[in-house]
């Protein structure tokens, strides 16, 4: 199936590697312009050198800005510079490292705040700055804003509280958002990626491991079978499903919070 984006240029925020890499990569294997972003420059030129082995001849295009998405200085310049490369943005994915693992009595202060500015305000700017750009995308179709979330909006998981207390507040923008901006023929819609093999599961898996005293390995056995298909998600598949949200063939979707979790959460709106 052919999604229609050759010629759109997508933003791809923390998407030097992990579910935000595959994202760009999809995206790019459709055609599409894509602006990946880390905040690690080594890390960054290294993937965006391995997405350029995908581009097809007269078909997409990958640039790469370093940068913070917790800071609002760097996804000011990351927006300037996006638009001087490509002079648009059609697509805007929004994403970002999780909040620290931990129960109530662990965290501080300092972790809910950090936990704020790692994965609600940083949509919040993301958003804001790329609207102008995304009302312009109308005559081109019309934009997309695409939110990486996680199934602790549907269900909360045990020892993740922060995400438990802050992702569903991006549902709820979103849900918003897509009610304000359909008049300017933006689609807005959220996905949330279950367990996928990727850094950021090791690290929980490692906190798991710590806490309880079980094997790292122990901790995967156990989490694998509490999924319906018995496996981690690979990145692609959840690549593959934002792309398709951010096509036209998706376009009467918005204001929907979509899982790619294997079967996991146990839900009739799940």
Not at 123 to 147: D, F, M, Q, Y
Not at 171 to 196: F, H, M, R, W
């Amino acid at each position: 199936m052919d999604l229609k984006l050759h010629n759109k240029v997508a933003l791809v925020a923390a998407s030097s590697r992990g579910l935000g890499r595959a994202c760009a990569e999809s995206l790019l294997s459709e055609g599409a312009k894509v602006v990946i972003t880390g905040r690690r420059p080594d890390v960054l030129a290294k993937a965006a050198q391995e997405l350029r082995q995908i581009v097809k001849p007269g078909f997409g295009d990958v640039h790469t800005i370093a940068g913070d998405v917790s800071k609002s200085e760097d996804i000011s310049r990351l927006i300037k510079a996006s638009i001087g490369k490509f002079g648009q943005i059609d697509i805007l994915v929004t994403n970002g490292g999780g909040p620290k693992p931990g129960k109530f009595h662990d965290l501080s202060e300092d972790d809910w705040e950090l936990g704020l500015n790692s994965t609600l305000w940083p949509v919040i700017r993301l958003v804001r700055l790329c609207l102008p750009h995304l009302r312009e995308a109308k005559s081109r179709g019309g934009g997309r804003i695409i939110n990486i979330v996680s199934t602790s909006v549907k269900q909360p998981i045990e020892g993740l509280l922060l995400s438990n207390a802050i992702r569903p507040a991006v549902i709820g923008l979103a849900k918003t958002l897509s009610q304000e901006l359909a008049a300017d023929g933006i689609l807005v819609n959220n996905v949330c990626p279950g367990s996928y093999d990727t850094d950021r599961i090791a690290q929980l898996y490692k906190a798991r491991s710590e806490s309880s005293g079980k094997s790292i390995e122990q901790i995967a056995d156990e989490a694998a079978g509490k999924i319906p298909l018995g496996r981690l998600g690979e990145p692609s598949e959840l690549g593959d499903l934002v792309a398709f949200l951010a096509s036209p063939r998706a376009s009467y979707i918005t204001g929907q919070t979509i899982c790619a979790d294997g079967g996991v959460i146990n839900g009739l709106f799940g």
